[in-house]
Structures are given as structure tokens and as C-alpha cells.
Nanobody, 123 residues
Framework: VQLQASGGGLVQAGGSLRLSCRAS????????VGWFRQTPGMEREFVIG????????TDAESVKGRFTISRDIAKNTVFLQMNSLNPEDTAVYYC?????????????????WGQGTLVTVSS
């Protein structure tokens, strides 16, 4: 199983980015998918997740109203749309997948991880 995250980069505060997570060896329609982020010295933080059915999403309070998650089953890809970015959103972003029906907010519940993509938001 491989998860390939991409789309990170440098953006100014107030801007937007869209991250992608493509899977091989795993079908997103049979998995829950979560996005996490991590800054140096900090624990990996849950950002947003999508249920196995794709009809339920869960997001952290810090990103409510700004980040959305979606998926393209045909492309076996999950997207993280990030709007109204601020410098506090600067982190390495990871996608992760797990069995189950609803996304957990705990990183230990995920079996598969992408390599991470760096998002830097300048003020």
C-alpha cells in the first residue's frame, strides 16, 4: 500500500492550496481517510477526515469553515482544499487511511500513511 501526498507549497496568508492523496494497493471507497499535520516538536494533529461511504466528514475546530475534504473514487484520490490559510496552518501535512467506517481523530488508529507534503503560509 502506498499513499502519495502532493500539492504543498508556499502561499501567502489568506490564500488557498489543494492537497492530493493518491493511493495504490488500497481502495479509498473501502477506507476512511484522514489528513493530519505536524510541526517540529509537536504531536501529529488531526485536521479533517472522510468516512468510508464518503458522506460524512469530520474536521478539527481550527479548520472549520476553511478546509474541506473530498474524494474522487475513479481516481482513487482524496483532496484537501484549504482556504483562508494563515501562518498557524504551516506544517507538514500527511494523508492517512484506515479500515472502518468513520474517521478517527487519533493518528494511532491509521494503518497507512503518505510521505507528507510541506505547507508554508507566509504572513
Amino acid at each position: 500500500v502506498q499513499l502519495q501526498a502532493s500539492g504543498g507549497g508556499l502561499v501567502q496568508a489568506g490564500g488557498s492550496l489543494r492537497l492530493s492523496c493518491r493511493a495504490s494497493g488500497l481502495t479509498f471507497s473501502r477506507s476512511v481517510v484522514g489528513w493530519f499535520r505536524q510541526t517540529p516538536g509537536m504531536e501529529r494533529e488531526f485536521v479533517i477526515g472522510i468516512s468510508r461511504s464518503g458522506d460524512t466528514t469530520t474536521d478539527a475546530e481550527s479548520v472549520k469553515g476553511r478546509f474541506t475534504i473530498s474524494r474522487d473514487i475513479a481516481k482513487n484520490t482524496v483532496f484537501l482544499q484549504m482556504n483562508s490559510l494563515n501562518p498557524e496552518d504551516t506544517a507538514v501535512y500527511y494523508c492517512a487511511a484506515a479500515e472502518g467506517y468513520y474517521p478517527s481523530t487519533y493518528y494511532g488508529d491509521y494503518n497507512y500513511w503518505g510521505q507528507g507534503t510541506l505547507v508554508t503560509v507566509s504572513s
